[in-house]
């Protein structure tokens, strides 16, 4: 028996897996999805809550460059494990096109889908400027309509759709049609910029502490102390967030601090 005063163990936390697809120096592509997905099957088997990819482009030893085409491939290959994106870089992406992506992808595996989404390039200008067909690259008008990003996908992926005005006239745009589920959606930040408009949203955040060890524990508070429930599609009664860290595994924890 527990006495009244005794406070509750904690609650010990979910883990899940930020995979950036590396390609080793022996590897092929072929090689390096193969091991994501035999990777992603094990944290299945394992019990972890979410398994995500990275969106990179341009990089000889990174094959996460389309997330929702591995997406598809790791929730094929799985059963229970959330599969997302942490993140698609928005402003490199109409905003459409994302929401298609990802509401076919959660039409057809519904439930275990997220849609992390970061407002940085995740690249180098000049692929940027590809991405975009040469219309300018990740231009400072598609970082600075982010925000208005964000709402457009949100409201695509809704069974409702979004309308577009053009030419006098309302156009109803949807990802799909007749959406029965929506994936979650989270924003992903290095900053206080996430934070804000992640609490002003009612959306749930992240931060990206694996490469941004600064400032964690201040965009977190940020972020909790600023949360308006907003009552919008997708959005949430209260906060909800977690850490993305770096961490080594080994069979000794002498081994796992040499690799560290």
């Known amino acids: ?28 592509t072929a090689d390096a999805l193969r091991a994501a997905v035999g990777l992603a099957r094990t944290a299945d088997d394992l019990g972890y809550e979410r398994y995500w990819v990275a969106e990179h482009h341009n990089m000889p030893a990174v094959a996460s460059t389309n997330p929702p085409i591995v ?16 993140g698609v870089m928005l402003p490199n992406h ?17 439930g275990r889908i997220d849609l992390g989404i970061g407002r940085a390039p995740g690249t180098d200008p000049v692929t940027s400027w590809a991405l975009r ?19 457009d996908v949100l409201a695509m992926m809704s069974p409702a759709g979004v309308g577009l ?15 029965a589920t929506v994936p979650a959606i989270w924003l992903l930040g290095s900053s206080d910029y996430s934070a804000r408009l992640a609490a002003a949203k009612g959306l749930p955040y992240v931060f990206a502490h694996h ?7 201040e965009a977190l508070e940020l972020y909790r102390s600023t949360f308006r429930a907003s009552g919008e599609p997708g959005a949430l009664a209260e906060p909800r967030t977690f850490l993305t860290v770096n961490a080594s595994v080994a069979e000794s924890a002498e081994e796992a601090r040499r690799l560290a």
């Open 1 to 28: 028996m527990t006495s009244l005063d005794t406070p509750p163990l904690p609650r010990p936390p979910r883990l899940s897996v930020l995979d950036l697809v590396p390609v080793r120096s022996d590897q092929t």
């Open 71 to 86: 997406i598809a491939m790791l929730a094929a290959a799985t059963e229970r494990i959330r599969v997302g994106s942490g």
């Open 94 to 110: 109409a905003p459409l096109v994302v929401a298609e992506q990802f509401a076919l992808l959660e039409a057809a595996h519904p």
């Open 133 to 151: 067909h040469g219309a300018g690259g990740v231009s400072d008008e598609a970082v600075s309509r982010f925000p208005e990003y964000v709402d």
């Open 165 to 179: 005005q053009l030419r006098g006239r309302v156009h109803t745009l949807t990802a799909t049609p007749r959406a």
């Open 211 to 217: 490469f941004s060890g600064q400032g964690t524990a």
